[in-house]
């Protein structure tokens, strides 16, 4: 049975701003951080600063490890409303897909070689192995 997400507004978050009752919101998640403030090796004001609010910038910033992001989930207490969500990733925005016309045709027709020849490589390698052994 699947577990029911509680959802929050900010209208909520915004109160538990302190140590008594620390909250922040990362990627669209809401996390009670109050029993971690201690234990944060980032130390607890640098999570009382964020308290009440969206902290995944400066969550992202510090450039956080897996371990932190593991460990993160042990105080998820649940999402924010649909409302209020921002997009979970940073969409690519087509400008990063269109490169200037010219530079980017002879470019393209460059690298169409390299995967055939690349391709025809592996193909004698695996062709001599299977007869050499
Ligand atoms: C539930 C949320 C969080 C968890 C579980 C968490 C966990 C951790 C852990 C395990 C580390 C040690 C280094 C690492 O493994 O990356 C760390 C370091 C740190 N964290 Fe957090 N963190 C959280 C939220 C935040 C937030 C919101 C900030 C915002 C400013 C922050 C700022 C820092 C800083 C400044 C360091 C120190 C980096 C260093 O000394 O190199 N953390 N955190």
């Keep these: 049975m699947a577990k029911a997400i509680e959802q929050y507004s900010f209208k909520e978050i915004e109160k538990h701003n302190d140590s008594k009752s620390t909250w922040i919101v990362i990627n669209n998640d809401v996390y009670d951080v109050t029993q971690f403030l201690k234990e944060h090796p980032g130390g607890e004001e640098v999570l009382l600063e964020q308290a009440g609010k969206e902290a995944t910038e400066t969550f992202e910033d510090v450039g956080h490890s897996s371990d932190a992001r593991e460990m993160m989930e042990k105080f998820k207490i649940g999402t924010l409303v649909a409302a209020e969500r921002k997009a979970d990733l940073p969409k690519k925005s087509d400008?990063?897909?269109?490169?200037?016309?010219?530079?980017?045709?002879?470019?393209?027709?460059?690298?169409?070689?390299?995967?055939?020849?690349?391709?025809?490589?592996?193909?004698?390698?695996v062709y001599r192995l299977y007869f050499m052994s």
């Design 95 to 125: 400008a990063d897909w269109k490169e200037p016309s010219d530079a980017s045709s002879s470019d393209s027709s460059l690298k169409s070689w390299i995967l055939p020849v690349a391709l025809g490589l592996i193909a004698t390698a």
